[in-house]
């Protein structure tokens, strides 16, 4: 949870109040104090998402966005 919340520049609270959330939503399994993984509806909707960002990512390369600029996240 710690490297979840410096990852996103979030408080650790915030981050284990969105897995409880998620877990509700059944997209990850959440055990406090142990950790959380993706269930198999997580894990799909992730791999939607990583298609998503690649077609993005062509699309913005293919305006002439550099390649590594293309993948960041703010673009």
């Given at each position: 949870?710690?490297?979840?919340?410096?990852?996103?520049?979030v408080s650790l609270p915030t981050v284990t109040e969105m897995?409880?959330?998620?877990?509700?939503?059944?997209?990850?399994?959440?055990?406090?104090?142990?950790?959380?993984?993706?269930?198999?509806?997580?894990?799909?909707?992730?791999?939607?998402?990583?298609?998503?960002?690649?077609?993005?990512?062509?699309?913005?390369?293919?305006?002439?966005?550099?390649?590594?600029?293309?993948?960041?996240?703010?673009?």
């Amino acid at each position: 949870m710690k490297d979840v919340a410096e990852k996103l520049g979030v408080s650790l609270p915030t981050v284990t109040e969105m897995f409880q959330k998620l877990s509700t939503q059944g997209y990850v399994n959440y055990e406090p104090y142990s950790g959380a993984t993706l269930t198999e509806e997580g894990l799909s909707l992730a791999r939607g998402l990583e298609r998503r960002h690649g077609a993005l990512k062509e699309f913005f390369i293919l305006l002439g966005l550099p390649e590594e600029r293309a993948d960041e996240a703010d673009v």
